[in-house]
């Protein structure tokens, strides 16, 4: 028994590249993006892929930021 309504299967079949998913995550974590630009991104990009780049692109930043005040403490610029 199939229980997804149509549009889900519709969103999960979006053909956008990856890149276009990296790209469309970072604006939005940057919070700058016009509102035409959002609306073809939610036409184009799978929801699926963009909670992927999601998770994936906040660990990057939370290691970016580790790995910048391990290196601040350590060279002694804090103190």
Do not use: C
């Amino acid at each position: 028994m199939n229980t997804q309504p149509d549009g889900l299967k519709e969103a999960v079949a979006r053909p956008a590249s990856l890149l276009q998913t990296f790209r469309a995550v970072a604006w939005s974590f940057f919070g700058i993006r016009r509102s035409a630009g959002h609306a073809q991104d939610m036409q184009k990009l799978n929801p699926v892929h963009v909670v992927v780049a999601g998770v994936i692109s906040a660990a990057m930043f939370v290691l970016a930021l580790v790995l910048l005040v391990r290196w601040v403490i350590g060279s002694g610029v804090a103190g």
